[in-house]
């Protein structure tokens, strides 16, 4: 199946979508002070999907909120960055974005911005500031800085991360692995994964997170469905089993409706191009009934004279 953006974006949401895994993913990834000043236990999903149609082809997005412990509200932006290279319009593309949301509160509350990077193009470079990602040099921000729109952002570099800072948080642990190495030549990293996911302690969130792990190797990789499940396999586990039933079942019916659908553009597609060549035809016909050369009516339609003979234009 081929890559696409949409195969991160998908899991990623699927993943810190939960409430328990989002909230264990920003406590290990915030500032102390600041998960310090929130009640990530009540921390909740607002929105997403929220970035304009020009965004979405560089992020995709979450917003969360979380109260303080002030009684006020405080949220989190997490911009998932899935662009090939990295490029300096990341950070224009967030000031967007935070202006976005700033536009749609009747009240206004901070809005911490989150970048997280999967790191296909290796370390991230490009700095945790709006100037920083900008390349402004230190004399433009000693001249200009109180002129200039400036703020952090809070950087989760994937591949230079250490994920054994979510090991008592093991599902998150099984899927940020998998997200790190999803791009590896070999599938050595997916034991590790499966002695994470035997970790789980409730049965039903085993099967859930398996599913949706196969699911998303499924459509990230070229390799065959019977490769990626054998670790599971292997595992003994029978709540893997299930998950690799369902996934298998659930492929089985996104492929036929992607067939379905491919067949429904086709079909649509040979429509117009027969309606097309009909149009094509039956003015090289009123030609030839005016007296045009077979070859001046292929160069007006645009069609060849085989094309126009096979169509009985031009044999008299």
């Known amino acids: 199946m081929p890559e696409h953006p949409s195969n991160h974006d998908r899991f990623i ?32 999903l607002v929105e997403s999907g ?19 412990q002030d ?10 960055e899935h662009k090939a290279t990295q490029d ?16 749609k509160q009747t009240t ?59 090991r008592s948080a093991v599902e998150l642990a099984a899927m940020l692995t998998t997200m790190r190495e999803i791009w590896s030549q070999t599938l050595d990293f ?3 994964v499966v002695d994470l996911l035997l970790q789980v302690p409730e049965a039903e969130k085993r099967v859930e997170s398996a599913r949706t792990l196969l699911i998303y190797l499924s459509y990230s990789r070229k390799e065959d469905f ?3 499940k054998a670790p599971l396999e292997r595992s003994g586990a029978m709540e893997l089993r299930e998950a690799i039933m369902t996934a298998a079942e659930q492929l089985k019916q996104e492929g036929k409706a992607e067939g379905r659908l491919e067949g429904r553009l086709e079909g649509r597609l040979e429509g117009k191009l027969e309606g097309k060549l009909e149009g094509k035809l039956e003015d090289a ?6 007296g045009m050369e077979l070859r001046l009516i292929a160069k007006i339609t645009g069609l060849t004279t085989d094309e126009l003979l096979d169509n009985g234009i031009g044999r008299n």
């Open 285 to 290: 016909r009123r030609m030839e009934e005016e």
């Open 108 to 166: 206004f509350i901070p809005v911490i911005p989150f970048l997280f990077y999967q790191g296909r193009d290796g370390r991230w470079k490009l700095g945790q500031s709006f100037a920083e990602m900008l390349g402004f040099s230190e004399h433009q921000l000693r001249l200009l800085g109180s002129y200039l729109p400036n703020f952090a952002v809070r950087l989760f570099d994937l591949k230079q991360e250490n994920l054994d800072q979510f």
């Open 13 to 44: 949401k699927q993943v810190l979508g939960r409430p328990d895994l989002a909230a264990a993913f920003f406590a290990r990834t915030l500032p102390s002070a600041i998960v310090e000043s929130v009640r990530l236990d009540e921390l909740k």
């Open 88 to 103: 300096r319009r990341t950070a224009v593309q967030i000031l967007g974005y935070l202006a976005h949301v700033y536009r």
């Open 226 to 228: 019977g490769e990626l």
């Open 190 to 192: 997916l034991p590790e």
């Open 50 to 68: 929220f970035v304009d149609a020009e965004l979405q082809e560089s992020f995709s997005d979450m917003l969360f909120e979380v109260p303080a």
């Open 71 to 80: 009684g006020k509200r405080i949220a989190f932006a997490l911009l998932f």
